[in-house]
């Protein structure tokens, strides 16, 4: 029989990898493999799974939409993976400008996914939402809008600091974009965790993938995806100011779509969690990180990214 195979997407930083997080927490036993697509050289978001209950695969280096016309990664992992795990599902999360429906069509028909095809069953597609930035999001972004359009199910993500304009806002754009999807939310408990694990791995009915718009890709210094986003990686050994990295960043403003990693602070010399999500810009202390690992998403200057990060470095507590 074919393993039942969800699609987890969502635009950067609504919150895929906390559901995917409360997911695999409450997977009871249940034996989930979870691929992770990254954009950008440096695999932060593997790092941030907690990959219970299930086998973690990370796809670092390219988006998927990018991958399934040009190369066998993905199917190659899945095929890969319920070999070695034989999991009861499969669960992809894609990064935050990736296109389900081109996965989708690529399975139906690509010979690269013929090694997957007869292996997987797609059963869903769920795209999370951040209801406190999502509108202004989906009004910007067509990637947004084409993620909603293939979707079963929305995951209304944020809704403890959504105000209720920013909530309003949010169905507004969805009851024109993707009606059909059924949209949920959960208690953040473990019965809501449970809950929200069984609608999320439910079978579902897909729609049939629209005809969609292409987009070129520029696979050069920085990873541009349809000539305006660039994913930059950033990593480095040494120290940095933390206030200063932070002021950086906000100068950036909505041009800095997505942000993720840790910085080691010269004060301490302790690894800080910095990350840019939605409307969020924050800094928590944590983690084991040994060295400064960035990766940026935007409409970015990357030379003048890493200029502004580099002025912010120092001594480690004083100490070379």
């Not at 009861?88 to 400008?97: D, F, M, S």
């Not at 897909?206 to 969609?212: F, G, Q, Y």
């Not at 983690?287 to 580099?310: M, Q, S």
Request: glycine share 10%; with cysteine.
């Amino acid at each position: 029989m074919k393993v039942p195979f969800t699609i987890l997407t969502g635009w950067l930083g609504a919150g895929k990898t906390t559901a995917l997080n409360r997911m695999l927490s409450a997977a009871g036993g249940r034996r989930i493999a979870v691929l992770v697509n990254e954009l950008g050289r440096i695999a932060i978001d593997g790092r941030l799974i907690l990959g219970q209950g299930g086998d973690v695969l990370e796809l670092a280096g390219g988006c998927v939409c990018c991958k399934v016309d040009t190369k066998n990664d993905l199917w190659d992992g899945i095929a890969d993976v319920i070999a070695r795990s034989r999991p009861e599902h499969v669960v992809l999360e894609t990064t935050g400008i990736a296109e389900p429906a081109a996965i989708l069509e690529t399975l139906a028909g690509g010979p690269l996914a013929a090694i997957a095809r007869d292996k997987i069953e797609p059963v869903g597609v769920v795209a999370v939402v951040d209801g406190e930035a999502g509108a202004p999001t989906i009004d910007a972004r067509e990637e947004a809008r084409e993620q909603l359009a293939i979707a079963d199910r929305v995951l209304l993500s944020k809704l403890d600091v959504a105000p209720a304009a920013a909530v309003a806002a949010v169905h507004a754009r969805l009851d024109a974009i993707a009606p059909h999807a059924e949209r949920a939310a959960f208690p953040i408990d473990h019965a809501g965790a449970l809950a929200m694990t069984s609608w999320m791995l439910e079978r579902r009915t897909l729609r049939a993938p629209r005809a969609r718009a292409k987009h070129a890709h520029d696979h050069g210094h920085g990873h541009h995806h349809g000539g305006q986003l660039a994913a930059i990686a950033f990593a480095d050994d040494g120290a940095f100011v933390i206030d200063a990295v932070m002021k950086a960043l906000g100068e950036l403003g909505d041009r800095l779509a997505r942000a993720k990693g840790w910085v080691v602070s010269a004060d301490d010399g302790r690894a800080v969690f910095v990350e840019k999500a939605g409307a969020r810009l924050a800094a928590t202390p944590g983690g084991d990180a040994t060295r400064t690992e960035l990766v940026l998403i935007g409409e970015l200057d990357e030379p003048a990214i890493r200029r502004a990060l580099y002025a912010c470095k120092a001594l480690r507590g004083g100490q070379p």
